[in-house]
Structure formats: structure tokens, C-alpha cells
């Protein structure tokens, strides 16, 4: 199982990026799907995340200017990010939580990571 991230890049602030992640693989099921991004010296903290039925929960920090969403059939999740702030800059992570089809191993899985840069 595999997730690939793309999207990420130097953008100014005000301005807007789409980050987007495809699962691969062995998958029986996608429970949740979500982003999270991590600053040096920092935990990796949750950004947005959506769920199987389409509930969805945002950080305080980035409500009313990221939009996340989902496609279930070909297992993907994309993060709209609009209005960026110098503070979102991050290494931004895709997250699954998953079902394996092959072994029925039940855990998270992450991508590898990509670099958001908004300067001021």
C-alpha cells in the first residue's frame, strides 16, 4: 500500500494551492483520509481530515479557507487551500486509515510528505 502526494510548492500569501493523494495498493477499505502538516521542532499536527460517509473535521487554524475532499472509487483525497498565511508553511502529509485486503492489517499510512512554502 502506497500513498502519493503531490501539489505543494512556493506560493505568496493570499494566494491558493491544491494538494492531492492517491492510495494504491492492497486495499480493502479507507476508513479516514486526511492531511496533516508538520514545521521543525513541531508535532505533526491534523489539518483536515474526512471520513468514509463524507464527515469532515478541520483544524481551528485553517477553517473557512481549506477545503478538503474526497473520490472513494479511485481512493484519493485532495486538500484545497485558498487565502495561505506565511504560518501554513509546512511539510504537508497524507494520511489513510486503512484495511488491507491482502493481510486485513488495520493502520494508518502515511505519504511522503511535500513542501508548502507561502511567503509574505
Known amino acids: 500500500v502506497q500513498l502519493q502526494a503531490s501539489g505543494g510548492g512556493l506560493v505568496q500569501a493570499g494566494g491558493s494551492l491544491r494538494l492531492s493523494c492517491a492510495a494504491s495498493g492492497s486495499i480493502r477499505r479507507i476508513n479516514t483520509m486526511g492531511w496533516y502538516r508538520q514545521t521543525p521542532g513541531r508535532q505533526r499536527e491534523l489539518v483536515a481530515v474526512?471520513?468514509?460517509?463524507?464527515?469532515?473535521n478541520y483544524a481551528d487554524s485553517v477553517k473557512g479557507r481549506f477545503t478538503i475532499s474526497r473520490d472513494n472509487a479511485k481512493n484519493t483525497v485532495d486538500l484545497q487551500m485558498s487565502s495561505l498565511k506565511p504560518e501554513d508553511t509546512a511539510v504537508y502529509y497524507c494520511n489513510a486509515n486503512l484495511i488491507r485486503l491482502d493481510t486485513g492489517y488495520a493502520g494508518n499510512y502515511w505519504g511522503q510528505g511535500t513542501l508548502v512554502t507561502v511567503s509574505s
Open positions: 474526512v471520513t468514509s460517509v463524507g464527515s469532515l
